[in-house]
């Protein structure tokens, strides 16, 4: 019990020494999100069937077991951990809180858009999919959201510490931004593996 406490205060700890960072977050996420599942209502019709084309040729690889999921896993720990790095990157630049920004609100765009889209696609079915789908996506999302918090911190730590001509303790900030990095690699492989295996497993016991 005592660890559990000593763990819930230290993130309790760790929310209020990053309230803005983490409500600005909060805020992108669900205009994000809710722009995503909006967005599928107002695209023309032709546009209605080349998702549904799409989400069926999906389910249809996973039906007839075409994907290639070793090919899948290694495409989707390379693009995540490259997209990590970039914002871990931006994070250490003066100019990269509207780049930070703008990657967080497309991914919680993406997020919704493809939830709308197995709904649209599959009906009842859908919903199924989409709650499959919440899994893997929920978790690469919370560590997208944690980097993107303190790229945002550190960003805004190097435009004060300029524009006032204060000594930059670059050790200190990239020790701790060092091991959340490290920490959603290891996040992104776990991602990747749910992602790649475990998604197509369940929603093949759907079809």
């Known amino acids: 019990m005592k660890k559990l406490d000593k763990l819930k205060n230290k993130i309790q700890s760790k929310i209020n020494n990053n309230k803005k960072s983490t409500l600005l977050i909060t805020i992108l996420f669900l205009i994000g999100f809710i722009a995503g599942t909006i967005f599928i209502t107002i695209i023309a019709k032709s546009d209605h069937e080349y998702i549904k ?8 690889n996973i039906k007839n077991n075409n994907l290639n999921y070793l090919t899948c896993f290694r495409e989707s720990v390379i693009s995540n951990i490259l997209l990590f790095i970039f914002v871990f990157l931006l994070g250490i630049s003066v100019i990269g809180i509207p780049i930070i920004i703008f990657i967080y609100f497309f991914k919680s765009f993406i997020f919704g858009f493809t939830i709308s889209s197995f709904i649209l696609t599959f009906k009842i079915k859908g919903i199924l999919f ?29 435009i004060y510490s300029i524009f006032n001509k204060l000594e930059i303790n670059f050790k200190n900030i990239m020790n701790h931004y060092f091991k959340i990095l490290i920490f959603s690699v290891i996040g ?16 093949s016991m759907f079809i």
């Open 53 to 60: 084309e799409y989400m069926n040729n999906y389910v249809s």
């Open 130 to 158: 989409s709650i499959i789908y919440l899994i893997p996506n929920l978790l690469i999302l919370m560590l997208l959201s944690i980097l993107c918090i303190y790229a945002i911190k550190v960003s805004l730590y190097m």
């Open 188 to 203: 992104i492989i776990v991602y990747s593996l749910l992602e790649t295996f475990v998604t197509p497993y369940f929603i």
